[in-house]
């Protein structure tokens, strides 16, 4: 029904008096409502539902954040996540202060409480290396405040009370000594050219483990605070392939051909503040493109799939797959071998003094 619709307004659209039509009376909407703030929040004011879901999806998860702080059976704590690695942050700042943290450090020590707690359990369900982490960077930090402070050392026998077996060797630590990487520029560059949107692929299973390394790839993406505020669905169930792939404008023509298809996920339930609502498309893209990096050092290939903010298909897609509110789908991604004989786009790249400047600020 939702496709027969759209082809309807693409044929209608095709009318030159229609288009022309719709153009002009887009082009005195946009140039009216479009020339202030106060006229665009008239606007909107009347097309409320237009940015709807997005505003529902940023309430509730600002809601389930403080939830979530609650809960004892999590897997991940994104509020532990963040405080550790500002921690991190002040311990690598130059020069580094004799006191600081001691606005954070007690909600820090409170945080880190629970996850012990959980961890302590037979079945806690918790991500270890998180709480691992966690441990290492309150123990270097404790270790570099030598000055007495009252809120400090009450957290310090917090934590002292606290133990945790550990290497020791998750905490900042010099870039000297960091592996040297083999990867030149212009092996970069090749990988670039390489990375294609493939469409066509051969109908073969795509090897789970091959997946799972290219997600540990993805996964060093830088993110806000080290929140990590993403999930990645991966459906390769010829069935399940073919339900999810039908679903995004993105896919026709060529959706009964995706052997794996991944939904990528932003998590809105990591953040207190409306402040960071779009983090979670800066920090997925950045993973997916590692991610989609990684498969081309594979054999694997794949394609974007755009994902519209379109009310039908947001709907379509949470129920399909149980979406909490605060779950914002980014984009979808097929993957596969490439089909030899399959054709790509040549994509022409704008030259680079058509998107990149230096010192302009106006």
Excluded at 174 to 193: F, G, I, K, N, W
Excluded at 249 to 276: H, Q, W
């Amino acid at each position: 029904m939702l496709n027969r619709v759209k082809r309807l307004v693409y044929a209608l659209l095709a009318v030159p008096w229609i288009r022309k039509a719709y153009e002009f009376a887009n082009t005195v909407v946009l140039e009216t409502f479009g020339s202030s703030r106060i006229l665009t929040h008239i606007l909107y004011f009347f097309a409320f539902l237009t940015f709807n879901r997005e505003q529902s999806a940023v309430l509730r998860g600002r809601r389930d954040y403080y939830r979530n702080k609650r809960s004892s059976t999590r897997r991940t704590r994104v509020e532990l996540r963040r405080n550790v690695h500002r921690l991190e942050k002040a311990l690598l700042m130059r020069p580094r202060r004799a006191v600081f943290a001691t606005d954070y450090i007690g909600e820090t020590i409170e945080f880190y409480t629970k996850a012990h707690a959980q961890c302590s359990l037979d079945d806690a369900g918790i991500d270890p290396g998180e709480i691992s982490w966690a441990h290492d960077v309150l123990a270097t930090y404790f270790n570099s405040i030598s000055e007495p402070n009252p809120t400090i050392d009450a957290a310090r026998a917090a934590f002292a009370g606290l133990s945790l077996p550990t290497t020791g060797e998750r905490r900042p630590y010099s870039r000297v000594t960091s592996p040297d990487s083999e990867v030149s520029y212009d092996d970069l560059l090749t990988l670039a050219h390489r990375r294609r949107s493939v469409r066509w692929f051969e109908q073969r299973p795509v090897p789970r483990d091959l997946i799972d390394q290219a997600f540990m790839v993805a996964r060093q993406a830088p993110t806000a605070c080290n929140r990590m505020p993403y999930e990645f669905r991966v459906f390769d169930d010829p069935e399940l392939v073919r339900t999810v792939s039908a679903i995004p404008f993105g896919a026709a023509g060529y959706a009964e051909n995706i052997p794996t298809i991944i939904v990528v996920i932003g998590k809105l339930d990591s953040y207190f503040s409306p402040r960071d609502r779009h983090a979670i498309y800066v920090d997925a893209a950045l993973a997916s493109m590692s991610f989609m990096f990684a498969l081309e050092t594979l054999g694997l290939s794949s394609s974007v799939i755009n994902w519209p903010d379109f009310e039908p298909l947001e709907s379509r897609m949470q129920k399909t797959l149980k979406l909490g509110m605060p779950d914002r789908v980014v984009m979808l991604i097929a993957v596969g071998y490439a089909d030899p004989d399959g054709v790509v786009a040549y994509s022409q790249k704008k030259e680079l003094d058509t998107f990149r400047s230096y010192n302009v600020a106006g």
